[in-house]
T-cell receptor, first 113, second 115 residues
């Protein structure tokens, strides 16, 4: 079945460092791919998405490119801030039956001043 | 357009009591999903509902848990005879009628504590 794998956390970075969180997926069809973010004590918010191969999703300085050849959707940000500390979930929706979303396990990010 | 609303935000129950969690989807959304997040863990899918129908309950525990989404009113996740292991954050999400490319919109969650 469809699945999402993310790099293990927690990840700790200094402010202004470069961020990469790896995400790979397994899907039989042509899924849409998402990154969600969960700030402490809150629900999930959609951060960015891409619906087809080579699409780049971007928001708040974060970006991720849908790579069909490597089945990846890595999240990147050039310069992280303390306010980016959160848990990041990679997810896919295969769109074949209903909008069921399959989530990765999440990667916790802590940014220190 | 109000987002997904959940209430209560925090719920405390003693072992053996019942917990009722409510979710009002975004306006125009007819699909509701429930997830459970245990401490230090990711989201686990529980159930997917449309109005008056349970479509996929493959993630629901076989006993004590039930969900409904009536024609009128919010979706309800009901946990009977709660145990300490039920303590978790329960999130509801909604999406518009199926298009194959929809993301889900999440509520703020209900944090259930079982004493």
């Amino acid at each position: 079945g469809d699945s999402v794998t993310q790099m293990e956390g927690p990840v700790t970075l200094s402010e202004e460092a470069f961020l990469t969180i790896n995400c790979t997926y397994t899907a039989t069809g042509y899924p849409s791919l998402f990154w969600y973010v969960q700030y402490p004590g809150e629900g999930l918010q959609l951060l960015l998405k891409a619906t087809k191969a080579d699409d780049k999703g971007s928001n708040k300085g974060f970006e991720a490119t849908y790579r069909k050849e490597t089945t990846s959707f890595h999240l990147e940000k050039g310069s992280v801030q303390v306010s980016d500390s959160a848990v990041y979930f990679c997810a896919l929706s295969d769109g074949t039956s209903y909008d069921k979303v399959i989530f990765g396990p999440g990667t916790s990010l802590s940014v220190i001043p | 357009n109000a987002g997904v609303m959940q209430n209560p935000r925090h719920l405390v129950r003693r072992r053996g009591q019942e917990a009722r969690l409510r979710c009002s989807p975004m306006k125009g959304h007819s699909h509701v999903y429930w997830y459970r997040q245990l401490p230090e863990e990711g989201l686990k899918f529980m159930v997917y509902l449309q109005k008056e129908n349970i479509i996929d309950e493959s993630g629901m525990p076989k006993e004590r848990f039930s969900a409904e989404f009536p024609k009128e009113g919010p979706s309800i996740l009901r946990i009977q005879q709660v145990v300490r292991g039920d303590s978790a954050a329960y999130f509801c999400a909604s999406s518009p009628p199926y298009s194959g490319r929809n993301e889900q919109f999440f509520g703020p969650g209900t944090r259930l504590t079982v004493l």
